[in-house]
Nanobody, 119 residues
């Protein structure tokens, strides 16, 4: 059974930090590129950060560059999102997504974890 389980969300003050984790199971984690998305209330889901299956390349939304860092541990089937200098605008549900590096459309989503940044 394929599962992506996010954790690490919560309430944090403006300027604070959080580290999100996404634990994968039921598929070959190292064959999948991984991404973090977020969806704020009343807004569309947006891509936040991306990392290739072997971790040799990353990309970030302009709004989080220099503040967020995506990483992965293929031995532990886990992807992380380190979030620093958090702003109220970062408040959202954060989702991880797995995309097979060769097969278009073979992807999985987690159920999300809520991050709330107070001003």
């Amino acid at each position: 059974q394929v599962q992506l389980v996010e954790s690490g969300g919560g309430l944090v003050q403006h300027g604070g930090s959080l580290r999100l984790s996404c634990a994968a199971s039921g598929f070959t984690f190292s064959a999948y590129d991984m991404s973090w998305y977020r969806q704020a209330p009343g807004k569309e889901r947006e891509l936040v950060a991306f990392i290739t299956r072997v971790g040799d390349s990353t990309n970030y939304a302009d709004s989080v560059k220099g503040r967020f860092t995506i990483s992965r541990d293929n031995a532990k089937n886990t992807v992380f999102l380190q979030m620093n200098s958090l702003e109220p605008e970062d408040t959202a549900v954060y989702y991880c997504k797995a995309d097979h590096f060769l097969v278009h459309g073979m992807d999985f989503w987690g159920k999300g974890t809520l991050v709330t940044v107070s001003s």
